[in-house]
């Protein structure tokens, strides 16, 4: 069993920065692929980066790349999400998600039916 924690969400300018980050416990806690995935109000939960067990392999959603880095340190057991130069558009709440599959180039890793266990979220607004 995973428990997954997020924070770091708040209120930014567009244009302004922010680093979510996600605290897991729980036996081999590290040993997980690890996503960020978002909710904005009224809209289905999509997929926002995905990182392997080691953090050699990363993946983005196009809308964030360039923009968003995920991170890990498995020392701590905790996930990041750098996210710089906020738009309007990636208002949401953001959750960060554990999946005992390997990672791969395969879609299956920006799937959410792909990952078992999931924090609370965390709301990210972004004023215009």
């Known amino acids: 069993q995973v428990q997954l924690a997020e924070s770091g969400g708040g209120l930014v300018q567009a244009g302004g920065s922010l680093r979510l980050s996600c605290a897991a416990s729980g036996r081999t806690a590290s040993g997980y692929m690890k996503a960020w995935f978002r909710q904005a109000a009224g809209k289905e939960r999509e997929f926002v980066a995905v990182?392997?067990?080691?953090?050699?392999?990363?993946n983005y959603a196009d809308s964030v790349k360039g923009r968003f880095t995920i991170s890990r340190d498995n020392a701590k057991n905790t996930l990041y999400l750098q996210m710089n130069n906020l738009k309007p558009e990636d208002m949401a709440v953001y959750y960060c998600a554990a999946s005992g599959l390997t990672y791969s180039s395969a879609s299956y890793v920006s799937n959410p039916t792909s990952y078992s266990y999931w924090g609370q979220g965390t709301q990210v607004t972004v004023s215009s």
């Open positions: 990182i392997s067990r080691s953090g050699a392999s990363t």
